[in-house]
């Protein structure tokens, strides 16, 4: 059984006075025990969002949510608020991309470390102070026991992301998410964050649900990949197949669009035209159609199912690029580049 | 061609599906759609209402009212030493004062004069506080050592004055100037000037320090044209936000000093505080008296507070898509 | 020819306290020392991670900060010496473009009004016609259509205020463009459209970039050379291929292998070189090597005590350190560094 499940999980918000903004239109997936499944997307494509709604965070007023989500079997969305709060922390963790305003900053670290040990484990005093330092160790903090004391604006930016996951592995969480952890950081920072996230769950057999915008940071992290684009998952595969095979063409797009370090130099980008905001509803068709150099007509006629191309490899596109595996023909890199134009 | 026609027909069909979200040719500034929004605020609606009604009758006042405010036309009916009063009736709706005046002509003409203080003592505070508090930031804008020297000398002229309460300013105007409407204003403005200066100086400073400041620097703009034309109009937002709420409690602030004894003595033309003043000597036998000029005073406020608080929400940034 | 050379170039900000008094305790060394050129009609890209010193070296060259000392000379001119009315001048032959692209332009301005203004304050242009002519031929030029003219920055997306942006510094016709983190603000999918639109522009006009970047990606795919900042000092400079297939600093070896590539082939096989502990404070640099705190290959005493000079080592390839060439040899090894040390918290 997957540990999670999503099943066309949508968040709407209504605005006072405004239109309401679907930010989540239909998202589904599943985890399994132990895996490391990444959530792809641009900013505004409702990657954060999803991963607030799995943990229950978004605010009652003004958000609409639909849809299912499972947790262990359990349907975590009528979970009275007083057992989601318990599960928070002890089952379920998650991890932010600014560290600095997800730490009380009036707080010693460890008090606020020893905190979720109280809450979820009933540990106390002595006990839960030892083992707050473990954890800090465990996160490659040194001198932990002096940590401990100190305040969040006293840790440089890698230090108060390791306490902050230290924070989340305290109570041995079976799944975690990281929305970002390592956006702020610098990218010697980032590798120490990635390296230390991937070998945590590696060896604690943690779910990680890792959300980001770097096709980089998940290539080398997850096992399975699902691309978003404007509030639904575009493409599903395996980290090997997508980046291999895209089959979607905003995934291709976006491949093409990243300057790679090792590529031969002078080797253009081929961009994907217009921007976000250059969408059509998913009621109309297929939202990436107006940014698409192989859309047709039957792109804007119904909503595009995602389908299965290959085991374990779906993608949401009625003319999908790079279907047979082979010889890449010109269709990976062969989006016209053009500007976008100011409509 | 067939191949033509489809390529015509679907590039026609997302251009349909994409038009809704093309916006309108001309472009819209921060200015009108701020507007825009204001408009569609609730609490700018209810504040907008009670301000457009109270101008209103403070401009219609001296045609609509009934009677003469100052004459005491039925004085022989009121007895205040012996309680009794003339409740509201139908040639007097609100009833008289304990002088026989038509308590409806003296609220319409005393809403007149209310006004008149609230706006005459804002401007005077916005001028003044805005002149002084836009100098210190030009000056620090500037970026010269004498610019930071002449802000440090501006500055502490200020911190004086908000160590003065503003009681004790009135009371040294009206020793002065003898009580009258000009002390009320020019009491409420002085106090208001510190409020102002601070507030376009440190918006000056925040918007000198921004990004677009430091691209027209780049572009090779002349540091005065900097602050005159991209320092100074971002940073007027605040302030005229602040203006609105200061008409708020100038208007309180008048009343009370009114009430005290610092306004105007000639009983023809009435205000608000000083009516409110008379009628606390009969709170018991005429509670009614007390409470016209105080629920007034009360709702005229509630909307100049309204209005400001929807401005600065709609002005707000963060708020901003 | 190199158009714009910086020669021994600091940037010390005083750091002041004091209730009543201010005085100066002390600097941060933000840029401490550093000498490039750049040739005309070529890209030096300069990389280094948050608080390098990469902003502050480029804002100096355009002196939108005071210089401390040192010389940046523009086609042999000396901006350091200018005048603060010369150095306004000179601005019109020196742009910049900025990280934040709704930010960096006035929100009350429309765009007519952000690309004319330069051209009003440098005397560009007879009339408003004129003006406006060359203002909607910039524009097309960038990819914008002319009905943006009466628009507002806010009703942009990052994108298309980026080419905003880039028009207001390319309609005064500018020899050098100075590119502070062009894209990171954008969206992936439209870093690629900004980018491949510099290198446009750059083919069209002959333009000099000077391009500032903590992404080594971008800054190798967009650059000729490549200089490494670290706490204000330049490690390492040498073409952007040689940087990247043969870097002889350890700082240049550990911020490549940290970077990951979208390709898990590629990722499985990567030996990655961590580099333990954060930054240290610029207020107070390390002695000696600068780098010494956190690198694997420190050797005893002399990596300490005496910073190591920026010496040519090849053609074109200039490196800081004073074992590059054992290193490279392979004759130092480095310590294994797995576990995360510590440095001084930040100041």
Partial sequence: MPLLTVDNLSVTFTGDDKRPVRAVDGVSFGMDEGEVLGLVGESGCGKSVTSLALMGLLPSRGVEVGGRVHFDGIDVRSLPARRLRDMRGSQLAMIFQDPLSSLNPVVPIGRQVTETLRRHKGMRGKAARERAAELLDRVGIPDPARRLTEYPHQLSGGMRQRALIAMAVACAPRLLIADEPTTALDVTIQAQILDLLGELVRSEGTSLLMITHDLGVVAGLCDNINVLYAGRVIEASSRQQLFANPHHPYTAGLLGSVPRLDAPRGEALTPIRGSINDTIDWNDGCAFAPRCDHYTMECLTGTPELVPAGEGHQHRCVNPVNLDPGPADADRHGHVAEGDNVR | ?321 | MSVLELEDLKVHFPIRSGVVFERTVGYVHAVDGVSLSVEAGSTYGLVGESGCGKTTLGRAVLRLVDITSGHVRFEGTDLAELSGEQMRRARSRLQMVFQDPLGSLDPRQNVESILAEGLEVHGIGRSRADRRAKIVDTLERVGLASNALSRYPHEFSGGQRQRIGIARALVLEPDVIICDEPVSALDVSVQAQVLNLLEELQSAFGLTYLVIAHDLAVVRHISDVIGVMYLGGLVEEAGADELYTEPMHPYTKALLSAVPIPDPVVEDAREQILIPGDLPSPSSPPSGCRFHTRCPWRQPERCDTERPELREVAPGHRVACHYAEEILAGELRPRSADVASDTPPRA
């Avoid at chain 2, 109009?233 to 008048?254: C, D, M, R, Y």
């Fill in chain 2, 1 to 321: 061609m067939a191949l033509g026609t489809d390529r015509v027909n679907k590039v026609d069909r997302l251009a349909e599906l994409t038009a809704q979200r093309d916006g309108d040719a001309e472009g819209a500034s921060l200015l009108r759609e701020t507007f825009g929004r204001l408009r569609r605020s609730p609490m700018a609606i209810s504040g907008a209402v009670i301000v457009g009604a109270f101008l209103f009758v403070a401009v219609i006042a001296p045609f609509v009212a009934p009677y003469e405010p100052g004459a005491q036309l039925w004085g022989r009916e009121v007895m205040p030493n012996q309680n009794v009063f003339v409740g509201p009736r139908g040639e007097n709706w609100f009833g008289l004062d304990h002088l026989g005046r038509d308590q409806l002509s003296r609220m319409l003409v005393g809403a007149r004069n209310s006004l008149l203080v609230g706006v005459v003592a804002t401007l005077l505070g916005f001028t003044a506080g805005a002149m002084l508090g836009g100098v210190a930031g030009a000056a620090v804008s500037l970026g010269r050592a004498w610019g930071r020297r002449l802000d440090a000398v501006i500055m502490r002229f200020i911190d004086m004055m908000l160590a003065i309460p503003a009681l004790l300013i009135a009371v040294s105007i009206a020793a002065i100037l003898g009580p009258s409407l000009t002390t009320v204003m020019v009491a409420v403005g002085l106090a208001q000037v510190p409020i102002f200066a601070r507030l376009l100086r440190g918006s000056m400073l925040a918007q000198s320090h921004s990004d677009y400041v430091l691209a027209a620097t780049a572009l090779g703009v002349r540091r005065p044209r900097i602050v005159r034309s991209h320092i100074l109009p971002n940073s007027l937002g605040p302030v005229i936000v602040q203006a609105t709420l200061t008409l708020a409690t100038a208007i309180i602030e008048a009343a009370a000093l009114s009430y005290l004894g610092f306004g105007n003595p000639d009983p023809a033309t009435p205000d608000w505080g000083a009516m409110l003043a008379d009628a606390q000597r009969f709170l018991v036998g005429a509670p009614e008296l007390a409470m016209y000029p105080a629920v007034a005073i009360i709702i005229t406020a509630l909307g100049f507070t309204l209005l400001g608080e929807a401005m600065r929400e709609s002005l707000d940034p963060k708020l901003r898509k």
